[in-house]
């Protein structure tokens, strides 16, 4: 069994890829800028849990890049087993200073970079009558709550969108499933400020942030077959949050 996990390098992305290579998949490490990270994960992987890990560059948001990928992958296993959609940016800036172009970049990747892959990757899969696609999206394509991100937030609530197009063309042979994280400590949040962690904190039943191996557990879950039954669903992963 196999499993292509974009943003890979750091983050949530890694500990995915860690969660399935433990579970004695081979991985497929996507990176865009952090290539020291990912080769340093293909090395952990490979010498830690003897599975296949191959290393692939690409940029989401260029379809060029994402064929040369697809190329990539089944030439080296002949099939993919499981794509997760995890990479995306959040470019935090004030409301009205936020361009179209910096809307247009988000969109791009977060919503059209997942858009190609599963289109392009679904495809196959329904040709091989497997697979299973797992998207990350947020809380934040639910609840709308800080207009600072209304881009982060429209591509978000956008990946829910394709979830049920996606589930309705591949079905019955691939599985389409979403989740919505709320706060995990990743890079993603070390420059918000203490106070507004603090803030968010308290609003929360557990009252803390997620650790990215927590979220990651839910993933594993969903492409396995105890989760045969479990289609088309958008499942929120935020610990409670106080309404
Ligand atoms: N952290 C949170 O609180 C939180 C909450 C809800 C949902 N999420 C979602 O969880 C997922 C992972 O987030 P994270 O917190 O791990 O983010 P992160 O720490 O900022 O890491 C982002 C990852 O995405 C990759 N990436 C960015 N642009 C890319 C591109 N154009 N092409 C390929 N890869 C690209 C980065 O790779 P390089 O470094 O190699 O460029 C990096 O591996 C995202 O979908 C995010 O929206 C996160």
Redesign the pocket.
């Known amino acids: 069994m196999n499993v292509l996990v974009?943003?890979?390098?750091?983050?949530?992305?890694?500990s995915i890829i860690l969660e399935y290579a433990k579970n004695g998949y081979d991985v497929i490490i996507?990176?865009?800028?952090?290539?020291k990270?990912?080769l340093e994960l293909k090395d952990y992987v490979e010498s830690n849990y003897k599975v296949k890990a191959l290393v692939v560059k690409?940029?989401?948001?260029k379809e060029s890049e994402i064929d040369s990928i697809i190329n990539k992958i089944y030439k080296e296993f002949g099939h993919l087993d499981i794509l997760v959609n995890?990479?995306?940016?959040?470019l935090d800036q004030d409301f009205e200073l936020k361009t179209k172009e910096d809307f247009m970049k988000t969109l791009e990747?977060?919503l059209v970079?997942t858009y190609l892959l599963s289109k392009k990757i679904g495809l196959k899969m329904k040709e091989a009558k497997n697979g299973n696609i797992i998207n990350?999206?947020?809380?934040?394509g639910l609840d709308t709550t800080y207009p600072e991100s209304i881009d982060?937030d429209a591509s978000?609530a956008g990946i829910i969108s394709l979830n049920h197009n996606l589930a309705n063309y591949f079905a019955p042979y691939v599985r389409v499933n979403t989740i919505?994280?709320?706060?995990?400590?990743?890079?993603?949040?070390k420059d918000l400020d203490k106070e507004f962690i603090d803030e968010e904190t308290s609003k929360i039943l557990l009252n803390r942030?997620a650790e990215?191996e927590e979220?990651a557990n839910l993933v594993y879950f969903l492409g396995s077959d105890k989760a045969s039954y479990i289609n088309d669903s958008i499942i929120r992963i935020d610990g409670g949050v106080r309404r």
């Open positions: 974009t943003g890979s390098s750091r983050g949530l992305g890694k996507n990176y865009n800028n952090s290539e990270e990912a690409c940029d989401i948001s995890n990479a995306s940016i959040a990747v977060n970079g990350i999206s947020s809380t934040n982060y978000k919505c994280p709320g706060w995990v400590n990743t890079d993603m949040n942030f990215p979220i």
